[in-house]
């Protein structure tokens, strides 16, 4: 099948993750607790994800430049994150009066969507230079779309707006992701540039969003789940590659 068919195929899918992960807080009565373990897995196959199949692939398709272009991805989301964005994690927001008063819920939708952005450059990319790569990379989107558009729904709320706006919160995420798949497939050509930029985003994501969600769960539980996640991809590469 052609890459970028796939591709976009793939961040419909994720897309809709997205839109199930903000249905999830805004129907009360549905069972949340089941999220955590996206989030303990997710971290693992991610980290895994970015250090040992994306940075590689960035090394030998951008040389030289690619460590500095892993840096700026890295750092582009910890801009929008935690420096535009005056207050930002993974999961339910209980901050109420802070979001209310400080009217941050847009810029926090703004920092998800950019990683999100890169979300579907990633996959984009990830088709662009193997099977293999594209379906690993989806994979570990995918894993932390429904935290994500759990996430973005959740600070609607707590900001005061309606389920309608929370809903719509996760859709724009998924509209992001798709985005993102489409800019990588109009500008195709820039490869080199945008798989190291979602390899330095996609570290970012694991290490400094996710992980820390996990190590706030008391117990061994969600940590074994992050080994576990690593595991996965290394049976993964094992079998399949």
């Known amino acids: ?9 793939l961040g419909l899918t994720a897309a809709a993750a997205n839109g ?23 971290s693992g196959f991610m980290l895994a994800t970015a250090l040992l199949e994306m940075m590689p692939e960035s090394m030998q ?27 930002f994690h993974f999961g339910e927001e209980t901050h109420a009066e802070e979001f209310v ?26 088709f662009l230079v193997s099977s293999w790569l594209g379906w690993v990379i989806f994979l570990a989107v995918f894993l932390h779309k429904v935290p994500e558009g759990f996430t973005a729904a959740s600070i609607m709320l ?53 992980i820390p969600e996990v190590n706030k769960e008391p117990g061994i539980a969600m940590a074994a789940l992050v080994f576990i996640g690593v595991g996965v991809l290394f049976i993964l590469h094992h079998f399949f590659r």
């Open 158 to 210: 707590v900001s005061g707006r309606s389920k309608r706006v929370a809903w719509a919160a996760s859709a724009f995420l998924g509209a992001a992701t798709l985005a993102g798949v489409l800019t990588m497939a109009v500008f195709r050509t820039q490869l080199s540039y945008g798989l190291p930029l979602a390899a330095g985003v996609t570290l970012y994501v694991a290490a400094s969003d996710l």
């Open 101 to 126: 008063a400080a009217h941050t819920g847009y810029s926090v939708l703004l920092g998800l969507a950019i990683h999100t952005f890169f979300d579907g450059i990633a996959i984009a990319s990830g």
């Open 1 to 9: 099948m052609n890459p970028i068919l796939i591709s976009v195929l």
């Open 61 to 87: 398709l951008a040389g030289p430049k690619a460590p500095m272009l892993i840096v700026m991805g890295y750092f582009l989301v910890h801009l929008f994150e935690h420096t535009v964005t005056p207050h």
């Open 20 to 42: 199930f992960g903000g249905a999830v807080i805004v129907q009360k009565n549905w069972d949340r607790s089941y999220l955590r373990y996206f989030v303990a897995l997710g």
